[in-house]
């Protein structure tokens, strides 16, 4: 199983990126997906979360500005991001955790791409 991440890049104060997250593979189906992020000297933080319900959890820092959603059909989970600050600047990494064919639980990564904002 592999995710593959896009919408990555360079976007000014209080401007809008999206990301998408698309996974492959021997998929039965995808339960909790996750999106984390990593700025430069601090820890990989959890900044939202859906269960396969569609329950959500947001970090407080995120709160009101960012959006995360899925497309079962297309085994792909997004993350609007609006209102972005310098602060926001971090690696992204999207994370899902699946059943394959056979029946076994698994946990996949996305490759990491960089959000930089800056004016």
């Known amino acids: 199983v592999q995710l593959v991440e896009s919408g990555g890049g360079l976007v000014q104060p209080v401007g809008s990126l999206r990301r998408a997250c698309a996974a492959s593979?021997?998929?039965?189906?995808?339960?909790?997906m996750r999106w984390y992020r990593q700025s430069p000297g601090r820890q990989r933080e959890l900044v939202t979360s859906?269960?396969?319900?569609?329950?959500?959890n947001y970090e407080h820092s995120v709160q009101g500005r960012f959006t995360i959603s899925r497309d079962n059909g297309k085994n792909t989970e997004y993350l609007q991001m609006n209102i972005l600050k310098p602060q926001d600047t971090a690696v992204y990494y999207c994370?899902?955790?699946?059943?394959?064919?056979?029946?076994?639980?698994?946990?996949?990564w996305g490759q990491g791409t960089l959000v930089t904002v800056s004016s």
């Open positions: 593979g021997s998929i039965l189906n995808i339960n909790r």
């Open positions: 994370n899902a955790e699946y059943m394959d064919y056979e029946l076994s639980q698994g946990d996949a």
């Open positions: 859906m269960t396969g319900g569609g329950s959500t």
